[in-house]
């Protein structure tokens, strides 16, 4: 009955939210169309990898996957890989904001990239911002009474989840974000942020297993390291991705890498390949 009390929040609630990913995907494939419609070529590698990021959403958002969230450790971890790394990967990888810049009138357009432009913009969406609002929320949720709070409290499991989301969205936009932007940090002080990424999401994922971390619950201790071990074993892959990710924007910008602040270079917008 214990167990049963700590995952008061009801899962029917999932049923709705898995509209969310579908108009997403609506949205996007509308914008997708417009330059096609224009004579302008949409790389339909990008469309996949968007389709795929929210169907991994849906899949995070589906009724079943919520259920073994709220009743085992090791769903809710399911839910933290999907939500928190692997479907920002794939919406990431499908350039949405360059999509959006070809689909805005030009005064929009101009207006949006003074907005990308701005001092606490900029500041938001360094890496090492990134990291901190990305990393350190897990180290928040899993070290302290939060997690226990967020099991009981509706509204704080949602702002949790909504959290994993948004920050791992920009945490992989930081790194490996395809997207034109102002002012982004060179590739190697991305690389060196995902290095320390890498080693800070493994570090927090054996101090899960080697002291029972998320505490006061009544999940058994075989339970937390199986959660443990599968953040541990799962962030690898999901970072392994991201590498691979930065990479390759890497090596295919490499000609124009003596401008990399440039966003009004055509040859270096994402989706025209």
Partial sequence: MEHAAVHAPAHADSVPALLFPALLLGLYAFAALRPRRAGRRWSPWRTLSFALGTALLGLALAPPVVAFAHADLRGHMLQHLLLGMFVPLGLVLGAPGTLLLRTLPIRATRILLAFLDSRPLRTLIH???????????????????????????????????????????????????????????GPWLRLGVLFLGTALHATLGKLMYAYGFPRGTAHPPSEIRAAAQLMYYGGDVAELLLAIALFTL?????????FPGRIDDRHALPGSD
């Fill in 250 to 258: 890497w090596f295919r910008r490499a000609p124009t890498r003596a």
């Fill in 127 to 185: 890496p090492l911002t990134a990291l901190v609002l990305d990393i350190g929320g897990m180290y928040l949720l899993y070290l302290t009474p939060l997690f226990v709070l967020s099991a009981h409290d509706p509204l704080v499991h949602f702002l949790v989840h909504l959290h994993f989301l948004l920050s791992g969205y920009l945490f992989t936009w930081a790194i490996a974000g395809p997207d034109p932007t102002p002012h982004r940090p």
